[in-house]
């Protein structure tokens, strides 16, 4: 099935480091989705835009909806240990009741003592 | 928020032996749920589409045979993997749609392991 490009692959920082992760798509999608997946549980949804150029921030995290609507960027500011997990973004389809996600290959995000 | 709930959380079974695997939404009713398999270290891969009264809509390489999907009510979603393999061990996670165009909600996972 079809997968969207997400870089890096991984990432190992230090505690209070800023994080940038990015998604980009061949295909156009009318939301775009940000989750994080800790060992062993489903996703959970970080933050999610639907507009292209939309700018939205939840706490320390902030994503952006490209403007030609095949990429995404998510931003961690100020990194905790438990910000540590894999870190998706997911399109989702453009038309109405088309519903299913599209998800990306994964960012794995690690603090470094 | 909304709860979707995956029952087993974890199975270990012999080759050849099928497996049933639920997902609830406890707080919601779904008309639509879908399943996801999740090899180590890897991305979510859509398996099918689960509609209530419905046949469910497999994606292009999934085995409708192997895996028998039956959305029988509007707060479930039954995945059964038949005569399993080895090859068939990963992490299945269900999610659920709140409604036309609402917010997905995803379960806590199952995982399989055969041996």
């Known amino acids: 099935g079809q997968q969207l490009n997400q870089s890096p692959q991984s990432m190992f920082i230090q505690e209070g480091e800023d994080v940038s992760m990015n998604c980009t798509s061949s295909?156009?999608?009318?939301?775009w989705l940000w989750y994080k997946q800790d060992p062993g549980e489903g996703p959970v949804l970080l933050i999610a835009l639907y507009k292209a150029g939309e700018l939205t921030s939840n706490g320390r995290l902030t994503a952006q909806f490209g403007i030609t609507r095949k990429d995404s960027f998510l931003n961690i500011s100020a990194s905790i240990p438990s910000d540590v997990g894999i870190y998706f973004c997911?399109?989702?389809?453009?038309?109405?009741?088309?519903?299913?996600?599209?998800f990306g290959t994964g960012t794995r995000l690690t603090i470094i003592p | 928020g909304a709860v979707v709930s995956q029952h087993p959380s974890w199975v270990i079974c012999k080759s050849g032996t099928s497996v049933k695997i639920e997902c609830r939404s406890l707080d919601f009713q779904a008309t639509t749920m879908f399943w996801y398999r999740q090899f180590p270290k890897q991305s979510l891969m859509l398996m099918a589409t689960s509609n209530e009264g419905s046949k469910a809509t497999y994606e292009q390489g999934v085995e409708k045979d192997k895996f028998l999907i039956n959305h029988a009510s509007l707060t479930l979603s039954t995945l059964t993997v038949t005569s399993a393999h080895p090859e068939d061990s990963s992490f299945y996670i269900c999610?659920?749609?709140?409604?036309?165009?609402?917010?997905?909600?995803f379960g806590e996972g199952s995982r399989l392991t055969v041996l």
């Open positions: 999610s659920a749609l709140q409604g036309a165009g609402g917010e997905l909600f």
């Open positions: 997911a399109g989702q389809g453009s038309n109405f009741g088309n519903e299913k996600l599209t």
């Open positions: 295909s156009i999608f009318n939301t």
